[in-house]
Each structure stands twice: as C-alpha cells, then as structure tokens.
C-alpha cells in the first residue's frame, strides 16, 4: 500500500512559478512509475507528465512540454513538478500517482493522492 500526498499548489499569476511536491509512504517508493495529472473544472482529468522508478526516463503532455520539469528524489520519497511560465489554462486540481508499470494508462495506477489546487490569475 502506497499513500501519496501532494503539496505546493497556490496562486500564481501568469508566467509564474510554482513547484509541486508528491511525497509517498512505503519502502518501495522506487519501484513506482510516478505520474502527475490535473483536472479542471468541468473537464476530464488529463495526464501532465510521469517518472520511472529510478528517475532515468521522463514523458511530458505536448502542452506543457518545455514549460515543466519532473524529478525525483527517491530518499525523501518525493517527486517534484517544476511549473514556469505557467499559464491561466494550466488552472487545475494536480494529482500525482503511482504505478509499477511505465506505460500505464490513467486507469491502471494503482494509487492516487487527494490533490492540489494550482490557480493561475491572467
């Protein structure tokens, strides 16, 4: 069993910066393929960006490539989503999320935190 939290959500303004935080229990954090997703209001949830285990492989959506970075610091648990230049479209709920495979689609992580707000003011 795997709990994950996130944190680092805010407002921002546009063309800001913010980094979000995915932390995890468990021992075996490595072992997960960590994704990031978001949700915006009346909207279906979309992936962002994902990590392999050991953090040697990243994959970005198309639209946030160049804009937001993922890494991993496997000591601490802990996954990050670097976010520049953000955007008012960006404005969503942000979860992170973990899988033993890396091609996984949406449905088949088998964990899921709660969720941080990122809103970006125009």
């Known amino acids: 069993q795997v709990q994950l939290v996130e944190s680092g959500g805010g407002l921002v303004q546009a063309g800001g910066s913010l980094r979000l935080s995915c932390t995890a229990s468990?021992?075996?954090?490595?072992?997960?393929?960590i994704g990031w997703f978001r949700q915006a209001p009346g909207k279906e949830r979309e992936f962002v960006s994902r990590?392999?285990?050991?953090?040697?492989?990243?994959y970005y959506a198309d639209s946030v490539k160049g804009r937001f970075t993922i890494s991993r610091d496997n000591a601490k648990n802990t996954v990050y989503l670097q976010m520049n230049s953000l955007k008012p479209e960006d404005t969503a709920v942000y979860h992170c999320?973990?899988?033993?495979?890396?091609?996984?689609?949406?449905?088949?992580?088998?964990?899921w935190g709660q969720g941080t707000q990122v809103t970006v003011s125009s």
């Open positions: 999320a973990a899988s033993t495979s890396w091609r996984s689609t949406m449905r088949e992580y088998d964990y």
């Open positions: 990590i392999s285990g050991m953090g040697l492989s990243t």
């Open positions: 468990g021992r075996t954090f490595g072992i997960y393929t």
